[in-house]
C-alpha cells in the first residue's frame, strides 16, 4: 500500500520509512506541506501520516483543505502534543487517528491497519481471481485456502495487477506504484519481480498467470481451465 509521510526529522522518516516498508508498505516522504501537495498530484495514496508542525505550516489546516477538496485519504496525525482541545480538533479538522512522539514503529504499522479495515469496513476487502485470495489489510495471500509468502516487493506487483484483473497494467503504472519516489530502481527490477512471482503462482498451482503484453506491460488473467469453470458457471 502506498503511503504518504509527511515530517521533517530525517531519523524519524528514515526509521518509520524503514518499519513499514518491512510491512509491504510502499513510503513516500515529503519533507513540507509544498512536497505533500505536489506528491498528492502525481500519485494515489491509501493513507497519509503527518506531522503537525511543519516548516511552511500547519498540517492541520492542509488536511482540512484536503478534506474540502474532496480527498478521503485516511489520515493519522504524529505529535508531542499533549493539548487535549487541540487534539479534539485534530479529529474534528479531518484526522482519522492520532499517535503521540514519540514513535513505535509497531503501534503505528497496527494504527495504520485499524484505520485501513475503518476505510474499507463498507465493502469486503478481500480480493479474489480464480483460486486466490489477498487480504490487503493483513497482507496475507492464499491460493486454495493455502497461505503463501511471498516477499514484499512481489506482493506490491500482485496487488496492483489484481485490483486491474484482466487489464492491461502499463510497466511505468507498475513500477510507480511499487517503487518510492526517491528509490533508486534497476532497469530489470519489474522483470525479476514478476519473475518471481510467476514462480510462486505456478508452485501453488494459482489458477491465474501473468501475461506479457509486449512493449506495453502486464496483463493478471485466469488460467484456461479456470475460465473454462467461469464460462460454465457464469461467475468464479
Request: charged share 25%; hydrophobic share 40%.
Amino acid at each position: 500500500m502506498r503511503t504518504l509521510l509527511v515530517d521533517h526529522h530525517t531519523d524519524l522518516t528514515r526509521s518509520v520509512r524503514g518499519a513499514l516498508a518491512e510491512c509491504g508498505f510502499t513510503v513516500d516522504v515529503a519533507r513540507t506541506l509544498e512536497e505533500a501537495s505536489t506528491a498528492i498530484c502525481f500519485a494515489s495514496y491509501e493513507i497519509l501520516l503527518l506531522e503537525l508542525a511543519l516548516p511552511d505550516g500547519d498540517s492541520l489546516d492542509w488536511l482540512r483543505q484536503l478534506r474540502r477538496d474532496g480527498h478521503s485519504i485516511p489520515a493519522i496525525i504524529m505529535s508531542n502534543l499533549n493539548d487535549l482541545d487541540r487534539r479534539i480538533a485534530i479529529f474534528n479538522g479531518g484526522a482519522d487517528d492520532f499517535l503521540p512522539k514519540p514513535v513505535s514503529s509497531d503501534e503505528l504499522v497496527a494504527r495504520m491497519r485499524a484505520v485501513l479495515r475503518r476505510s474499507t469496513q463498507v465493502t469486503d476487502p478481500i480480493i479474489e481471481f480464480g483460486n486466490l485470495t489477498f487480504d490487503p489489510i493483513s497482507r496475507q495471500v492464499c491460493v486454495g485456502g493455502r497461505p503463501l509468502k511471498i516477499a514484499r516487493r512481489e506482493l506490491s506487483i500482485l496487488e496492483h495487477l489484481l485490483n486491474r484483473a484482466g487489464r492491461t497494467v502499463p510497466r511505468e503504472q507498475l513500477e510507480d506504484s511499487v517503487y518510492a519516489f526517491n528509490h533508486e530502481v534497476s532497469a530489470n527490477a519489474l522483470e525479476v519481480g514478476i519473475y518471481r512471482l510467476r514462480g510462486h503462482l505456478t508452485k501453488s498451482a494459482a489458477t491465474l498467470r501473468i501475461k506479457t503484453a509486449r512493449g506495453i506491460g502486464y496483463i493478471l488473467e485466469l488460467t484456461g481451465t479456470a475460465s473454462a469453470r467461469v464460462d460454465r458457471t457464469g461467475k468464479q
